[in-house]
């Protein structure tokens, strides 16, 4: 048995059709300018195959120009359905097929392509192609993969020596079956292609991401329904699998503003109104919440105790701490956009930092501000509390800019104790947390900045 077989994995009867289709489909994830030298040993699989089908049975060759699909006739008989098609409308034809293709499941389509007297003809079955392949270029209706996948194997367009670009078939493909899968109906699918994504959403979530991105568009709706954690994430995640970027061509029923809000909330390299309000409104939101559980700890006090017993606080004390807590909860959320701003700022690789320099100046800097705080300005309770963020942000940009990755278990917990103990101790001692940044922020720089320059 030949090699060639063994890489396409194709039985020994194999035929020159068989061979055809099955380099056609390896090529779709095969490609050259991504793996050349996959593609090269593909290629070679490819003519090994081909030569080795050949000299099992010569007969092959001749039949390598004829389509796999078309049914062994006598002369007499192949001549009836051209006859009875000579007045064929191609583009008709073609139209029909394609609102068969948009409507259709995959095995119903099959069968009643298998049943028009149109296609059984060569000559006309290769214009019908033509025809039906020019109108799913011009055409913005959803089809399904499956079905795309079925009409290319009916017709030959992804066989070898067809004229079709193998690269712009796989786009429309790609472009047509996103479409459909964002159509009422289709949400199992659409979960189906999250998972593939490494997001596990069940159906239910998809269709719920679906009716967000699909309703009309409400500016504070949208904003209310992006304040629940995690969400902005989740939705660019699932725009991300349906490859779209902007909302620029954003498919029906989808709505462009939806996208293009979403598309807002997930830019976490830079500021805009929607992050801020959305940060606004989730510090609100944690405001209140606060606000009502100091309250209902002070009213419940006063019902459980006598408001003669000393240590009781009023009702108004409570009330202050509840503003307080508010204001400051409040102020946290529209501070933390910038914030999530500045740290994806400071962990992003300086290959696509547009101010690669301007990016290593902030902790040096925090830690001069820090030292100077508690020996200079005699501010050592302000330069303690900013030592140890300087400290983090430190640690955070050289973890993620080194791509590490450590898997917790018990003995990990163990070894870490005496770490956790110094800790503890240093805490006392600003000093050391601003030693820590900065042998934390060299290492970074001699492996990620001047590492790669050498």
Not at 400 to 416: D, P, T, V, Y
């Amino acid at each position: 048995m030949s090699w060639g077989l063994e890489v396409l994995e194709l039985d020994q009867d194999a035929d020159e059709r068989a061979i055809k289709r099955a380099y056609a489909q390896r090529l779709r994830v095969t490609r050259p300018d991504d793996d050349p030298v996959a593609f090269q040993q593909l290629h070679e699989a490819y003519q090994a195959a081909l030569a080795w089908a050949r000299d099992r049975d010569p007969q092959d060759a001749a039949w390598s120009g004829s389509e796999p699909d078309a049914p062994l006739q006598s002369s007499a008989s192949a001549v009836e359905p051209v006859q009875s098609t000579a007045g064929m409308d191609v583009e008709a034809v073609a139209d029909r097929i394609l609102a068969e293709a948009i409507q259709q499941q995959p095995e119903t389509l099959q069968a009643w392509l298998a049943q028009q007297p149109e296609l059984w003809a060569l000559q006309w079955k290769a214009r019908i192609g033509d025809a039906l392949l020019e109108a799913l270029f011009c055409s913005a209706e959803p089809v399904q993969a499956d079905n795309l996948d079925l009409l290319a194997e009916v017709f030959g367009w992804d066989e070898i020596g067809s004229s079709v670009d193998p690269y712009a078939l796989d786009a429309l493909r790609l472009q047509m079956h996103r479409r459909w899968i964002v159509q009422p109906g289709n949400h199992h699918r659409l979960a189906d292609l999250l998972q593939r994504h490494d997001l596990p959403d069940p159906p239910a979530t998809a269709r719920a991401h679906m009716d967000w991105l699909s309703r009309p568009w409400n500016h504070w709706q949208a904003l209310l329904t992006s304040v629940s954690p995690q969400r902005g994430r989740d939705l660019n995640q699932t725009l991300d699998a349906l490859g779209i970027d902007d909302a620029d061509q954003v498919p029906a029923p989808l709505q462009a503003r939806q996208v293009a809000f979403w598309r807002e909330i997930g830019a976490m390299h830079r500021l805009n109104r929607e992050r801020l309000l959305q940060g606004l409104l989730r510090g609100v939101a944690c405001a209140v919440i606060a606000a009502l559980l100091v309250l209902a700890v002070g009213v419940l006090g006063r019902l459980a105790t006598d408001s003669s017993v000393a240590g009781i606080h009023p009702i108004a004390t409570y009330a202050r701490v509840a503003l307080y807590a508010g204001l400051g909860l409040a102020l946290l959320g529209t501070v933390a956009p910038v914030v999530q701003t500045f740290l994806h700022w400071q962990v992003q690789d300086e290959q696509l930092s547009r101010s690669p320099r301007v990016a290593l100046l902030p902790v040096p800097l925090l830690v001069a501000v820090a030292a100077m705080m508690m020996h200079g300005w005699n501010l050592r309770s302000a330069g303690t509390l900013l030592a140890w963020p300087v400290l983090g942000l430190a640690v955070w940009r050289w973890w993620r800019r080194s791509q590490l990755e450590i898997h917790f278990n018990g003995w990990m917990l163990l070894a870490m104790l005496p770490f956790v103990k110094l800790l503890m101790l240093g805490m006392l001692h600003a000093e050391l947390a601003l030693v820590a940044a900065l042998v934390f922020w060299g290492w970074d720089v001699w492996r990620n900045v001047l590492g790669r320059r050498g």
